[in-house]
């Protein structure tokens, strides 16, 4: 059993230097209190620590008992119907509402006009 919790304890470890990691790096940026060098460690750290996270993500996730509708996402859903929740809030999402967004119109088809393309 002792072995079964080493590695979730080790995974609340890496989250909770990554809360301290990502706390000194808003901290030094707001404050421009380290060098560059010193910014730079933190952001290498924080990096190697993500990398550590990441096969525990989803395990981590779940232990906070977060509802799919508060993580507003449709990846691991208790009901499994991932496809199904992706086309749904695709079809949700305003940019897919239209067949050519407004922006495109309005700002590049000016400059593609000129053009063969």
């Known amino acids: 059993m002792a072995e079964a919790k080493q590695p979730f ?3 609340l ?3 909770c230097l990554l809360h301290g990691l990502l ?3 808003r901290g030094a940026v707001d404050m421009a209190c380290l060098a560059p060098a010193q ?3 933190v952001k290498t750290e924080i990096h190697r620590v993500l990398k550590l996270i990441r096969p525990m993500a989803v395990v981590l996730v779940d232990a ?3 509802s799919d509708h508060y993580l507003a996402s449709a990846l691991g ?3 499994g119907n991932v496809y199904e929740a992706l086309y749904k809030l695709a079809q949700r999402e ?3 509402k239209t067949t050519v967004s407004p922006a495109i119109k309005k700002h590049l088809h000016p400059l593609l006009g ?3 393309l």
């Open 9 to 11: 304890a080790e995974g």
């Open 13 to 15: 470890r890496n989250l």
């Open 23 to 25: 706390a000194v790096e």
């Open 39 to 41: 910014r730079q460690l």
């Open 64 to 66: 906070f008992d977060l």
């Open 77 to 79: 859903r208790y009901d």
């Open 94 to 96: 305003p940019l897919n």
């Open 114 to 116: 000129k053009s063969k």
